[in-house]
Nanobody, 125 residues
Framework: QVQLVESGGGSVQAGGSLRLSCAASGYTYYSTYCMGWFRQAPGKEREGVASIDSRDRIRYADSVKGRFTISQDNAKNTLYLQMNTLKPEDTAMYYC??????????????????WGQGTQVTVGS
């Protein structure tokens, strides 16, 4: 059973920073995989924020480019999202997602069969 557990969310003022973590368990990284961060604000659809795969290909949503950094520690089976210069519009529930069987994922939720429970990020103005 694959499990993804996010942590690191919280409340910050605009301009602040947070670092999200996603601990993966239940499987060993395959030779090809992709992992991503998504977010969902109240009343809005879930949207992709950043993704990374086994070939270290990284993608970012235009709204977070230059402010967010996705990274991974394979030894710890942990995915990270460093979020800097946070804005009120970044307020959302943030989810970690994984596909242990393919690389080259984009930001389609259907590409990821495994999801965490989410961690709330709130940015005050």
């Amino acid at each position: 059973q694959v499990q993804l557990v996010e942590s690191g969310g919280g409340s910050v003022q605009a301009g602040g920073s947070l670092r999200l973590s996603c601990a993966a368990s239940g499987y060993t990284y395959y030779s090809t995989y992709c992992m991503g961060w998504f977010r969902q604000a109240p009343g809005k659809e879930r949207e992709g924020v950043a993704s990374i795969d086994s070939r270290d290909r990284i993608r970012y949503a235009d709204s977070v480019k230059g402010r967010f950094t996705i990274s991974q520690d394979n030894a710890k089976n942990t995915l990270y999202l460093q979020m800097n210069t946070l804005k009120p519009e970044d307020t959302a529930m943030y989810y970690c997602a994984a596909n242990p069987l393919r690389a080259g994922c984009y930001f389609y939720t259907t590409e990821y069969p495994y999801w965490g429970q989410g961690t709330q990020v709130t940015v005050g103005s």
